[in-house]
């Protein structure tokens, strides 16, 4: 049940408890995260401070992850959040996304499948429907371009090797490497992943480029099919 606890605002609040001041005093991971989330929303409603009205927020979206997972029209439920605060909320989710993920730009090398799900799971981990990657490499393994194949459904992603590889022609790249998420958070690959990854690698064959991997990303772990052997030459 979302706890509504009626008060007076932070001004009112001695200097020493307000978020801000506190974060500038004593650094932002003494803070709670509702008292975080205070700091970005700024103000509260009437009787309820910005820190109330972030425990109802994330009360009602559950948590942290919650938030990273709800989209601006479901944030603008609570009562006190309006379009411009989700807005804001879901840039600072997005910006925390971006500063853990592991750098991958033109010319980076790719050693092992643990680098990609490095930088992608914080990107794709909470997304509620599939998306299907590619990572196209040069010769030397090294990164040429990354790119989304397409977007599904919560169960499927519509992929068809015509449109992969003519990207892969167009950049001349010498190899692959697929990613997708399951938005269920378990990475286990189903019988439609096996199936099209073996059509991919059969279409790769064709034309002369390699698929060196293929990783499904679930919720804090991943399935690489190269490691598990999984790939037919």
């Not at 803070?31 to 994330?58: H, K, M, N, P, W």
């Not at 910006?95 to 799971?121: E, N, W, Y």
Request: proline fraction near 3%.
């Amino acid at each position: 049940m979302t706890r509504k606890v009626r008060g007076k605002g932070i001004t009112y609040w001695p200097v020493t408890e307000r978020p801000r001041e506190r974060l500038l005093a004593k650094g932002a991971d003494v803070l709670s995260d509702a008292q975080l989330l205070a700091i970005l929303l700024r103000t509260g409603r009437r009787d309820f401070s910005a820190v109330q009205v972030a425990i109802e927020l994330l009360d009602q979206v559950g948590g942290i992850s919650g938030l990273a997972k709800s989209g601006v029209e479901e944030l603008c439920m609570i009562q006190g959040v309006g379009i411009a605060k989700a807005a804001q909320l879901k840039a600072a989710v997005e910006l925390g996304r971006r500063s853990i993920a592991a750098p991958l730009s033109t010319g980076t090398r790719v050693s092992s499948s643990a680098d990609l799900f490095k930088h992608f799971h914080p990107m794709i981990r909470d997304v509620k429907h599939e998306i299907f990657k590619v990572v196209l490499l040069d010769a030397k393994n090294t990164v040429v371009k990354e790119a989304t194949v397409s977007e599904g459904s919560l169960t499927l992603s519509v992929v068809h090797p015509r449109e992969v590889f003519a990207l892969a022609v167009r950049e001349s790249a010498a190899g692959v490497i697929f990613l997708h998420n399951h938005p269920s958070g378990d990475p286990a690959p189903s019988v439609e992943d096996r199936q099209l990854t073996d059509r991919l690698v059969a279409a790769g064959k064709l034309l002369g480029i390699r698929v060196l991997d293929h990783l499904i990303i679930g919720d804090g772990r991943y399935v690489s099919f190269a490691d598990e052997g999984w790939l037919k030459e």
